[in-house]
C-alpha cells in the first residue's frame, strides 16, 4: 500500500472514528436526560445501562472471531448504517405519547452490540493500514480523537437537546452514523488470510 494511499485511509478511518464517537457521546447525553425524565427514570437508566453493557461483557470473544474472520471495512460500514437507523428509529418511536421501558431496553441493547462490533473493528485496521514505523503515532493519534470527540460531543449534545429537543436529537444522532459509514466505505483495508475464512458458529466459539 502505498503512502498517499494509507493516509487516506487513516484519514478517512479517523475522521469516520471522531463522527461516531462524537455520535456515541451525543446519545449518552440525549439518552440520560430523556431515560431521567421520565417516571422511575433512575430504576429504568441503571438497567438500560446494563443491557448496553452486556455484549461487551458476554459476547465480546465472539465479536473478536468475527473481526477476524470478516471484511473489516464491510463490518465498519455495516455497524455504522445499522446504528444509523437504529436510531432513526428511535427517533420516530419517542414521538409516541408513551414508550414502553422493553422497547428501549431492546434499543439499548442493539446499540451495545453494533458499539462493541464497531469499536475493535476499528483498533484492529489501524495496524493494517499503517506501516510498523508510524504504527505508534497513529495510535496516539487515534487516542486523541477518540479523547477530543468525547469532549466536543457533550457540548454539542447540550446545544442540540436545547435548541432542537430529544427527537430531533436523536434524528441527527443517526445523520452521524450515516456519515461516518460513508468515510469507511471509502476506506482500503487488506484481509488478512485465514486458513478457514468461513464463519460457522463451531468455528466462533472453537476461537474464543
Known amino acids: 500500500m502505498g503512502e498517499s494511499t494509507a493516509k487516506k485511509n487513516f484519514f478517512l478511518l479517523e475522521f469516520g472514528q471522531f463522527i461516531s464517537q462524537s455520535g456515541n457521546g451525543i446519545f449518552l447525553l440525549a439518552f440520560s436526560w430523556y431515560v431521567l425524565s421520565r417516571p422511575n427514570g433512575t430504576y429504568e437508566f441503571a438497567l438500560l445501562m446494563l443491557f448496553g453493557a452486556i455484549p461487551g461483557l458476554l459476547l465480546a470473544p465472539f465479536f473478536g472471531v468475527l473481526v477476524d474472520r470478516l471484511s473489516k471495512r464491510a463490518i465498519l460500514v455495516t455497524s455504522d448504517l445499522l446504528r444509523s437507523g437504529a436510531f432513526f428509529a428511535l427517533s420516530l418511536m419517542l414521538m ?22 464497531f469499536d475493535p473493528t476499528l483498533k ?85
Not at 503515532?137 to 486523541?144: F, L, R, T, Y
Open 96 to 117: 409516541q405519547p408513551k414508550v414502553g421501558f422493553v422497547s428501549l431496553a431492546v434499543f439499548s441493547f442493539a446499540n451495545g452490540v453494533l458499539f462493541f462490533i
Open 124 to 208: 484492529a485496521s489501524i495496524p493494517l493500514i499503517v506501516d510498523n514505523q508510524n504504527l505508534e503515532k497513529a495510535n496516539s493519534i487515534d487516542s486523541a480523537i477518540a479523547s477530543v470527540s468525547g469532549l466536543i460531543s457533550m457540548f454539542i449534545g447540550g446545544m442540540l437537546l436545547t435548541f432542537f429537543g430529544v427527537n430531533r436529537c436523536f434524528f441527527i444522532n443517526s445523520l452521524t452514523f450515516l456519515f461516518s459509514a460513508c468515510c469507511s466505505f471509502f476506506i482500503s483495508i487488506p484481509r488478512v488470510s485465514q486458513k478457514d475464512s468461513r464463519l460457522t458458529i463451531r468455528v466462533a466459539f472453537y476461537g474464543m
